[in-house]
């Protein structure tokens, strides 16, 4: 692990072309500080606005996370989903944001089932990538309905249902997934000490280094976010040479 003391000092000699991350712990926050549920994926929600600029700032090109998996959607109560879709909506249509955006140059793509979300929530979202489409220096791809294992799904079914004759390759499945305009995850980052995938990207991340932060995504900071990409920069990447 990178010392804390010295990572501020340490230069970023090799940053992550894209980094991908799992923001975890915001109920967890809530409890811990005797808040509403809402207030902690509200604080998740700015956090995460203000982590794309940090990243950007870095040097990173591309972000990827995980803003709500096919799980949450089938295990988490129409409460605690009614207030992340409420909030998807407010971000989706706040001017600020798409002030921020336009400033930044950065573009949101929006991949997954959307089927398995509200309608308004559907159209507020894919909205926003209409309006951002053409800025180019930074794309942030947001995932809403995805799970690694149905994105692996849907693709052999879509090659089923081309009754592909010839045998089926690795390109070929990259090129059906749902992800397949993600680029290969270079750094993954996950919150609140959990220290597992849980599924996501699993074909982008075969080579990913990982960094699990102990720290709950609302209190996640940018010199946190620079440990990380000290620690990435110090890894030696091997890819099973």
């Given at each position: 692990m990178v010392n804390p003391k010295r990572s501020s000092t340490r230069t970023l000699s090799n940053v992550p072309k894209h980094v991908a991350l799992i923001p975890d712990g915001n109920r967890r926050w809530s409890n811990k500080n005797r808040l509403a549920l809402f207030s902690g994926y509200q604080m998740g929600v700015k956090?995460?606005?203000?982590?794309?600029?940090?990243?950007?700032?870095?040097?990173?090109k591309t972000l990827t996370v995980w803003a709500l998996s096919t799980e949450n959607v089938k295990a988490r109560s129409n409460l605690e989903l009614n207030a992340l879709y409420k909030l998807y909506v407010q971000a989706a249509t706040d001017p600020k944001i798409l002030a921020d955006l336009k400033a930044n140059n950065a573009r949101i793509r929006v991949i997954g089932n959307m089927y398995l979300v509200p309608t308004k929530v559907k159209d507020a979202l894919l909205s926003l990538e209409k309006k951002t489409k053409m800025y180019k220096e930074f794309t942030i791809n947001l995932l809403i309905g995805y799970g690694g294992r149905d994105d692996l799904l849907y693709a052999v079914r879509d090659i089923r249902s081309e009754r592909a004759k010839n045998r089926i390759t690795?390109?070929?499945?990259?090129?059906?997934?749902?992800?397949?305009?993600?680029?290969?995850?270079?750094?993954?980052?996950?919150?609140s000490g959990e220290q597992r995938l849980s599924g996501f990207l699993p074909w982008q991340t075969s080579y990913s280094e990982l960094y699990f932060a102990k720290k709950y995504w609302p209190d996640f900071k940018k010199s946190d976010l620079r440990k990380a990409l000290v620690e990435f920069s110090e890894r030696q990447r091997r890819y099973g040479k």
């Amino acid at each position: 692990m990178v010392n804390p003391k010295r990572s501020s000092t340490r230069t970023l000699s090799n940053v992550p072309k894209h980094v991908a991350l799992i923001p975890d712990g915001n109920r967890r926050w809530s409890n811990k500080n005797r808040l509403a549920l809402f207030s902690g994926y509200q604080m998740g929600v700015k956090k995460f606005i203000d982590f794309s600029i940090w990243a950007k700032s870095f040097g990173v090109k591309t972000l990827t996370v995980w803003a709500l998996s096919t799980e949450n959607v089938k295990a988490r109560s129409n409460l605690e989903l009614n207030a992340l879709y409420k909030l998807y909506v407010q971000a989706a249509t706040d001017p600020k944001i798409l002030a921020d955006l336009k400033a930044n140059n950065a573009r949101i793509r929006v991949i997954g089932n959307m089927y398995l979300v509200p309608t308004k929530v559907k159209d507020a979202l894919l909205s926003l990538e209409k309006k951002t489409k053409m800025y180019k220096e930074f794309t942030i791809n947001l995932l809403i309905g995805y799970g690694g294992r149905d994105d692996l799904l849907y693709a052999v079914r879509d090659i089923r249902s081309e009754r592909a004759k010839n045998r089926i390759t690795e390109s070929m499945v990259g090129e059906h997934i749902r992800t397949s305009s993600v680029p290969n995850v270079d750094l993954l980052i996950r919150t609140s000490g959990e220290q597992r995938l849980s599924g996501f990207l699993p074909w982008q991340t075969s080579y990913s280094e990982l960094y699990f932060a102990k720290k709950y995504w609302p209190d996640f900071k940018k010199s946190d976010l620079r440990k990380a990409l000290v620690e990435f920069s110090e890894r030696q990447r091997r890819y099973g040479k």
